[in-house]
């Protein structure tokens, strides 16, 4: 299983970033999908996460009303659409899958797999 995060860069605030995080080597469609970040000297965590048929979508306070998580299952990839960015967004961004089955979509310990990762700065 491969997924390989991609889109990060440096912006300013205020600027806008869409990540994709391409999916292989699973059955995409059977898989939640998860966005989680880490800043230097912090836990990673939870910013967004989508249901296997794209119904349900969740996010952390920080990223809702500006943040919008989508897949495309016929092209195995999930996105995370990132506008109004903020200095205190400067994070390694990973994408993870989990079984569809698992209710605990927030919990980063209850992911299958994860992506590299790919850096998001936002200068001031």
């Known amino acids: 299983v491969q997924l390989q995060a991609s889109g990060g860069g440096l912006v300013q605030a205020g600027d806008s970033l869409r990540l994709s995080c391409a999916a292989s080597?699973?059955?995409?469609?059977?898989?939640?999908m998860g966005w989680f970040r880490q800043a230097p000297g912090k836990e990673r965590e939870f910013v967004a996460a989508i249901r296997w048929s794209g119904g349900t979508t969740f996010y952390a306070d920080s990223a809702n009303g500006r943040f919008t998580i989508s897949r495309d299952n016929a092209k195995n990839t999930a996105y995370l659409q990132m506008n109004s960015l903020r200095p205190e967004d400067t994070a390694v961004y990973h994408c993870a899958a989990q079984s569809y089955t698992n209710l605990y979509i927030r919990d980063r310990n209850k992911y299958d797999y994860w992506g590299q990762g790919t850096q998001v700065t936002v200068s001031s």
């Open positions: 080597g699973l059955t995409f469609s059977s898989y939640n």
